[in-house]
Each structure stands twice: as C-alpha cells, then as structure tokens.
C-alpha cells in the first residue's frame, strides 16, 4: 500500500494552496475550489497575461457571460477603436506608444484600455472591445460559438511562423489570428544544488531518477524533483513515452502502454519521496520551491525568468531540454495567444490592421523583454535566443512543441483528470485507475476538431 503524503500546505502557511491548473487562488477571477495547481503565483511587471494563456478554468460558461454574446446587428454610428490589453508594465507602456504612432498616422482614434485582473475584466464588459488577447487554450470554445471574428482571406500572411502555432488560431479552415508570442516547458534545475553532488541536467527518464535521488534530502525537506496533479505538467511525459491524449483519429488514446509507462514514472517518484509537490515546503507552485532551496529540478515556462530575477535575484538556476523518454522523444507545451477581433466589432477591418501592425517585426522588436516571453515569428525567436542564450531551451523546445489546446467542451476531461491526479498523489486511487476513468469521461465527450 503506497505511504499517504498530505496535499496541503502545512497549518503556519498563511496561504492555502489552489490545487487547480492556471490559477492561484482563483480561477479566472473567481474563487477556485477545484483540484487542481497554480502554473506561476501573481508576478510582476510583464507575467500578467500569462493568467490569459493557461487558463485552466475551461468551463467558462461562455453564453452566460455578458462580454461573450452572440453579435447583433450594431445600430450605433461609428466610434473609437476600442483595444484591451493587460496591465503589463513596461510592456504595455511600450505597445501604448506603438498603438498612439499607429492611429496618429491614420488620423484616427484607439482607446486602449489595461486591466491587471485582465481575464475578469474582458469577461465582465458588457460591451467588448474590438481588440483584445486570446490564448490559445481559449481560441477553440470561442470561436466554436461565434464570439470571434475571422479574418478576411489572404489579409494575415503566416509565412515566418511555425506552422503548428499559425494553425493553432485556425477554425473549421478559417484563420482567425496569428500568434503575438510563445512561451514552453523545459527542465529548470538548481545549478548550484546539481554541481553541489557533481551531476549534469538529466538528458533521459533513467538520468531524471538519478539526479532527483541524489538532489533528494528529506531531512531539509528537499526533493528532487517538484512534480504537480497538473494535465500539462503530465503531457510531455505522455508524449515522450510515444502516447497522445487523443489519436490522429480524435478518439481518446488514454488506454494505452505509453499513457501507463508514463504515469506510472510520474507517481512512483513521488510515492518514493525523490519528488514533491509545492505545498510540502509551504509555496504557491514549483519556481518559488526551487527559490527557496527546496527543490532540486522541475518543469516549468519562460515565466520563471522574471519571477526569479523578482523574487530570488541570488539563486542560480539553468534551464536545459526535457528529458527524452522511452520512445527517444521529448516534446514540450508550447503556451501562445493572439490578437483578436471580437465577431461585434463595427470596424473589423481597422482592428486586424492594427493587429497586423502590433505583430510586426519592427514593432515586436521595439517591445522590451525579460525572457519571459518569445517572439512568435521564427526570425525574432532566433534573435531571442541569442540575446538569451541561457535561455536556449525555451526557444529550441517551440518546432516540435505541442500547443497547449483541448478540444471543445474538454473543460470536464481537464477538471475531472486534475482532480483525479490530486488523488493519486493522495494515494486514494491507482494510476491504472486514473487513466481508464479519463478514457470513459473522454470517450463520453464528443470530440470536435480542433481546427
């Protein structure tokens, strides 16, 4: 019988944990009770958006919210371009600058209105904006419902993006937008913790075991390797095992010897204490284990770079490949977004014009960068990545990264598999378990193509 480890932060840690995917806390702006884990706690400067681009709060209930409405036919006069963006810092302060030189040239007007609980915000207005930031995850139940408005044919060129994350804003074989940014998964390890025991990053599963035995202290509190109940924490375990979620058929692939090679090497390192989870050493997610000391590798995004440079601006860390697993793959989550036309917007034409223009080379290159995000576009990313070269393998992950994208109405499958990891780790169920309810509540979900 597996030794039950709690899941709960410990009783002096005056902040209770949100076990739910892309949330801290809350979940899109309302308080989350569902299991699941935080992808980053709340950062600052340019992270905001990143509350946008991994929501995992997929049952949105979109027709019940006032912004998302079907678009009626508008009876106003024309008005002012209307732009939401986050409240991103420099960032934004940049783009407002490009947005102001952009409508100064054409003699015309954009109020471009920011908003720190950005997500909350854009689904509160009663009256959308013409403009605003879609992620990927989000773009599937959108644009299945008509909240989005295409773009008119040959009017966005993908020439120059990787093709997976230009297909990833493609509905029913209409492009909707083009993507602004990417981030990926990728190992992130204590530099000074691995040279401390004389080890490299791990290249494969078998080193992976190794590097979190010896980074292992339990009488510090130290594991590992910092693993979370998280779908997309799991994926790219799934997929270096050879497995899929879904087949090249759309039907569900759970019920298979990859699905359980790879979750059985997820929960046999926790189980055999060389892994924890970040309640354990009273923190939020996995960047702010690794801050403190307490933890020797996990898997995490571009977002760590601004948190640690914010948060612990001593600590030593690297970042290398994900491990390849048994089918000699290692594919990250590539996590993006876009600008995008709401399907009620009087002035489609004027709104994919700017989004064309803030997507620009010249614009794009002109937006100050931490390293917590990377252009879209394959030259730019290339141009990141010598300006960050310790940062590589953010940027070598996105050719054959899936993007982080369900089908819709999957937001069932990815509450139902979280909860279901949180009581694996919990030592209620078996993995085996696990993956054969997920096939059925799958199986139970008409699966719509993605594109």
């Not at 029913?172 to 083009?178: H, I, M, P, T, W």
């Amino acid at each position: 019988m597996p030794t039950k480890r709690s899941l709960q932060t410990r009783k002096d840690n005056p902040t209770p944990i949100c076990w739910h995917s892309q949330c801290r806390g809350k979940c899109r702006g309302r308080p989350c009770a569902r299991p699941g884990r935080p992808l980053w706690p709340p950062l600052p400067g340019g992270l905001l958006l990143l509350s946008l681009l991994l929501t995992g709060c997929r049952g949105i209930s979109l027709p019940a919210l006032p912004f998302f409405q079907p678009a009626e036919t508008p009876t106003e006069t024309a008005r002012n371009l209307r732009l939401l963006l986050p409240e991103e810092g420099a960032l934004t302060a940049a783009l407002r600058e490009q947005v102001a030189a952009w409508a100064a040239d054409r003699d015309m007007r954009v109020d471009l209105f920011t908003a720190a609980a950005y997500s909350q915000e854009l689904r509160n207005r009663l009256d959308p904006p013409d403009l605003f930031i879609v992620s990927g995850f989000t773009f599937p139940d959108l644009a299945a419902d008509g909240f989005l408005a295409p773009a008119a044919e040959d009017t966005l060129d993908p020439e120059g993006y990787p093709p997976h994350l230009a297909a990833a804003f493609i509905w029913k074989g209409v492009r909707y937008c083009l993507p602004r940014e990417v981030r990926t998964l990728a190992l992130v390890y204590d530099s000074a913790g691995l040279a401390a025991t004389e080890q490299l990053p791990p290249t494969d599963w078998e080193t992976l075991q190794s590097v979190a035995v010896a980074q292992t202290d339990l009488n510090s509190g130290r594991f590992g390797f910092i693993e979370s109940p998280d779908l997309s924490r799991w994926l790219p375990f799934l997929y270096g095992a050879g497995g899929a979620l879904i087949d090249e058929n759309g039907r569900m692939a759970l019920k298979s010897p990859a699905a359980a090679t790879a979750l059985d090497l997820y929960i046999q390192l926790f189980r055999d204490n060389f892994a924890g989870h970040p309640g354990e050493s009273n923190s939020a997610w996995a960047g702010e284990v690794l801050g403190k000391g307490k933890g020797g590798m996990t898997i995490e995004g571009n977002w760590v770079v601004p948190y640690f440079a914010a948060e612990f601006p001593t600590f030593r860390y690297g970042v290398a490949p994900l491990p390849v697993g048994p089918a000699r793959l290692n594919p990250s989550l590539a996590f993006t977004s876009c600008y995008a036309v709401s399907a009620q917007s009087q002035q489609t034409a004027e709104a994919f014009a700017l989004a064309t223009f803030l997507n620009s080379p010249k614009v794009v290159r002109s937006l100050p960068n931490d390293g917590g995000w990377m252009p879209a576009q394959t030259a730019l990313r290339k141009e990141w990545q010598q300006d960050f070269p310790h940062l590589a393998a953010f940027a070598e992950a996105v050719p054959q990264a899936r993007v982080w994208q369900l089908p819709v109405g999957f937001d069932l499958f990815l509450r139902s598999f979280n909860r279901g990891m949180v009581q694996l780790f919990a030592a209620e169920i078996e993995a085996a378990n696990l993956l054969a309810e997920m096939q059925r509540v799958g199986e139970g979900i008409a699966i719509d193509e993605l594109r």
